[in-house]
């Protein structure tokens, strides 16, 4: 993405500017701790750059920043359901409309909460009332929480997951540990597997760890570098790469670009959360750096 083709529509403060980019609303963040963009189409954050640091979360040089479409890359946020277990796929609040609620900043970063609460169109597709709240703490660090309150006179159940993309120097020199040992391969038919400790890329891999620990830590040798991932509020932690076919059969991947992504997802899987009429859940996930 060239942040050159942003154009400023307000700014909202020393650190936070309003951009229009190919007719989506985004929010710039520039602060002396971080980089980041925000799509408010999804509640999408599409870029985080700590200072001194070279990207951490990945977005695809073929991203299609199109309203009716979820981006690729970036941390999608898959809600009220993950996957395909109904339409449209991983969820409709990646592909809605976040309005921004507040915004601070002080000496350690920028802290912005958006929210997205039910409309006609969630209601054709969902026929709840809710309000979810997506809180983005960017500084030397990120944390991304995600709460979900029913707000209405019945309960209802949710699954879904913080998607997020993390950038690598290169995949077949990246391992990830502490995402435990059993899986459910979702490239065999959702099989139940036990692991090694250490996990290793030299396919498509797309994997729902059933007992992770925290954090996972993402090895990243070409760039020495650990990206350390703690989530909360979730039950599994699914670990995606689409490796060189399923990329090439993507519309909006280059064919290569799975040797510098891999997923690792906060995840609500296999236990969809039940909410009675007030009660909230937090989902969440946080991202550290560190140097070899
Ligand atoms: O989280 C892994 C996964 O569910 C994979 O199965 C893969 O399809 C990926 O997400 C991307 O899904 P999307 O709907 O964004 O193409």
Same mark, same amino acid.
Not at 55 to 69: M, R
Not at 281 to 292: E, G
């Given at each position: 993405?060239?942040?050159?083709?942003?154009?400023?529509?307000?700014?909202?403060?020393?650190?936070?500017?309003? @951009?229009?980019? *190919?007719?989506?609303?985004?929010?710039?963040? *520039?602060?002396?701790?971080?980089?980041a963009g925000i799509s408010l189409h999804g509640g999408h954050l599409v870029w985080y750059k700590p200072a001194g640091e070279s990207?951490?979360?990945?977005?695809?040089?073929?991203?299609? /920043?199109?309203? *009716?479409?979820a981006i690729r890359g970036g941390i999608p946020v898959c809600w009220p359901w993950f996957g395909k277990a109904a339409t449209p796929? &991983?969820?409709?609040?990646?592909?809605?409309?976040?309005?921004?609620?507040?915004?601070?900043?002080?000496?350690?970063?920028?802290?912005?909460?958006?929210?997205?609460?039910?409309?006609?169109?969630?209601?054709?597709?969902?026929?709840? *009332?809710? @309000?979810?709240?997506?809180? /983005?703490? #960017?500084?030397?660090?990120? $944390? +991304?929480?995600?709460?979900? %309150?029913?707000?209405?006179? $019945?309960?209802?159940? /949710?699954?879904?997951?913080?998607?997020?993309? /993390?950038?690598?120097?290169?995949?077949?020199?990246?391992?990830? %540990?502490?995402?435990?040992?059993?899986?459910?391969?979702?490239?065999?038919?959702?099989?139940? @597997?036990?692991?090694?400790?250490?996990?290793?890329?030299?396919?498509? %891999?797309?994997?729902?760890?059933?007992?992770?620990?925290?954090?996972?830590? #993402? &090895?990243?040798?070409?760039?020495?570098?650990?990206?350390? +991932?703690?989530?909360?509020?979730?039950? @599994?932690?699914?670990?995606?790469?689409?490796?060189?076919?399923?990329?090439?059969?993507?519309?909006?991947?280059?064919?290569?670009?799975?040797?510098?992504?891999v997923c690792v997802e906060s995840t609500i899987h296999e236990s969809p959360i039940e909410l009675v009429p007030g009660a909230c &859940?937090?989902?969440?996930?946080?991202?550290?750096? &560190?140097?070899?």
């Open positions: 993405m060239d942040l050159r083709n942003l154009s400023t529509i307000s700014v909202l403060s020393d650190a936070i500017t309003v @951009c229009d980019y *190919q007719g989506i609303k985004l929010l710039r963040i *520039q602060h002396p701790q971080a980089e990207a951490v979360i990945w977005l695809s040089e073929k991203a299609e /920043f199109d309203p *009716q479409k796929s &991983h969820g409709f609040a990646r592909l809605s409309d976040w309005a921004l609620k507040e915004h601070r900043e002080n000496d350690h970063g920028v802290i912005i909460s958006l929210t997205l609460k039910a409309d006609e169109t969630t209601q054709a597709l969902w026929p709840h *009332q809710f @309000c979810t709240e997506l809180t /983005f703490e #960017i500084g030397r660090e990120l $944390h +991304v929480s995600l709460t979900s %309150t029913n707000t209405d006179t $019945h309960a209802w159940s /949710f699954s879904g997951a913080l998607h997020t993309y /993390f950038t690598v120097g290169d995949i077949r020199e990246t391992s990830i %540990t502490g995402m435990g040992q059993t899986y459910l391969d979702s490239t065999q038919d959702d099989i139940t @597997c036990d692991g090694e400790a250490v996990l290793q890329f030299s396919g498509e %891999t797309d994997r729902v760890y059933t007992s992770p620990e925290s954090p996972v830590v #993402i &090895h990243d040798a070409r760039n020495q570098r650990q990206i350390q +991932v703690r989530n909360q509020g979730h039950d @599994c932690a699914v670990i995606w790469n689409p490796w060189q076919a399923l990329s090439t059969s993507m519309a909006d991947m280059a064919d290569n670009s799975f040797e510098t992504m &859940h937090t989902l969440s996930t946080h991202i550290k750096v &560190h140097r070899d």
